[in-house]
């Protein structure tokens, strides 16, 4: 069995790999993201961002994927339907990235900071969360975005006002 699942696993890397090497000519076609704002409370203040919401699995599979630029003050947030071990990487992804993983009550679980571009390493939250919240890298340390802080938007019933 454990050299059915090194094959599989193979098979896997060897099919990543062909997708890596997308170029602009071939990338895949745009997705119609639905956008939205949060709030991220921290110590020492709040902060809004615009975030695209990828809520279903091929939103989730493409994230950030192929993006070159992101402003300041956006994101994007992973929505699932379950609490669970979240897993993300970076696969495709050109941006440097902080990740955010966030608890059903919209508290923040942990952080992973300066998520490594094109990296196949994976990166889990702490404990078991709902969501995920993607900023540029450097964001989390710059506005003390961390485990305790408050993230307010209506997939966490929480929205600020």
């Not at 997705?31 to 939205?36: D, G, N, V």
């Not at 709030?39 to 615009?50: I, K």
Request: proline share 7%; hydrophobic share 50%.
């Amino acid at each position: 069995m454990p050299r059915a699942v090194s094959l599989l696993a193979a098979l896997l890397l060897g099919a990543t790999a062909a997708c890596s090497a997308e170029t602009p000519a071939n990338l895949p076609p745009p997705l119609a993201w639905e956008t939205s704002s949060l709030v991220v409370e921290t110590a020492s203040g709040a902060y809004r961002f615009d975030v695209e919401i990828a809520d279903d699995a091929a939103e989730r599979e493409r994230g950030l994927m192929y993006r070159t630029e992101m402003a300041a003050d956006a994101g994007m947030l992973f929505l699932y339907d379950a609490v669970v071990p979240l897993v993300m990487w970076m696969e495709n992804t050109v941006l440097p990235l902080d990740i955010v993983f966030i608890g059903p009550d919209g508290v923040v679980v942990s952080v992973a900071e300066g998520a490594v571009p094109y990296s196949r390493d994976f990166i889990r939250s702490v404990v078991p969360a709902k969501a995920v919240l993607e900023v540029n890298a450097g964001v989390a340390v710059r506005l003390g975005i961390a485990p305790g802080s408050l993230v307010r938007h209506a997939a966490f019933g929480n929205q600020a006002p």
